[in-house]
């Protein structure tokens, strides 16, 4: 799996939009929590359209391989966020978030400039939740960059097979 380019990004998808009138709602088949807030909990995020079913699938996944403990536990429910019109940080290009194609799960324990020896996501009892992502061509910034663990997104064979 590959990283799509912006470029490609833009040539599949069109610009990023402030609006969110290009996405869809994924009705989420377990609660969630803001990872930000830990007592609002969610049962729904806005997604592109062009990542719902393969998101949807993972989530599935999740909540038929872990029980709600060990989802919790792993913090398999804390939501960093999906959609958010912006620039990458620290740069000048578009955050894939801008589009909807990219989520963020438990962004306290997998921060930004984390890699594997610290980031949570790489221990071994993710790895159902990372083959779900990788079955799903969804892209973990981690496993490709060791780095941001917290984040996956649509990958180039993803966006290209529809």
């Given at each position: 799996?590959?990283?799509?380019?912006?470029?490609?990004?833009?040539?599949?998808?069109?610009?990023?939009?402030?609006?969110?009138?290009?996405?869809?709602?994924?009705?989420?088949?377990?609660?969630?929590?803001?990872?930000?807030?830990?007592?609002?909990?969610?049962?729904?995020?806005?997604?592109?359209?062009?990542?719902?079913?393969?998101?949807?699938?993972?989530?599935?996944?999740?909540?038929?391989d872990y029980t709600t403990d060990q989802i919790e536990n792993l913090g398999l429910n804390l939501f960093g966020g999906c959609y958010n019109y912006r620039k990458m940080r620290n740069g000048d290009d578009w955050s894939r978030h801008s589009w909807g194609i990219a989520?963020?799960?438990?962004?306290?324990?997998?921060?930004?400039?984390?890699?594997?020896?610290?980031?949570?996501?790489?221990?071994?009892?993710?790895?159902?939740?990372?083959?779900?992502?990788?079955?799903?061509?969804?892209?973990?910034?981690?496993?490709?960059?060791?780095?941001?663990?917290?984040?996956?997104?649509?990958?180039?064979?993803?966006?290209?097979?529809?």
């Amino acid at each position: 799996m590959r990283k799509a380019t912006t470029k490609e990004i833009i040539a599949k998808l069109g610009q990023p939009k402030q609006s969110t009138s290009n996405l869809v709602r994924l009705n989420l088949p377990y609660p969630m929590k803001l990872s930000w807030a830990l007592q609002t909990k969610i049962n729904s995020i806005l997604v592109h359209p062009a990542i719902k079913r393969n998101l949807e699938n993972v989530l599935l996944c999740i909540k038929a391989d872990y029980t709600t403990d060990q989802i919790e536990n792993l913090g398999l429910n804390l939501f960093g966020g999906c959609y958010n019109y912006r620039k990458m940080r620290n740069g000048d290009d578009w955050s894939r978030h801008s589009w909807g194609i990219a989520i963020d799960i438990d962004p306290v324990r997998n921060q930004l400039n984390w890699g594997a020896k610290q980031a949570m996501i790489d221990n071994p009892e993710y790895e159902c939740f990372r083959d779900a992502m990788r079955e799903n061509k969804m892209l973990s910034l981690g496993e490709k960059y060791d780095y941001d663990w917290m984040h996956f997104e649509a990958s180039y064979e993803l966006l290209t097979s529809k």
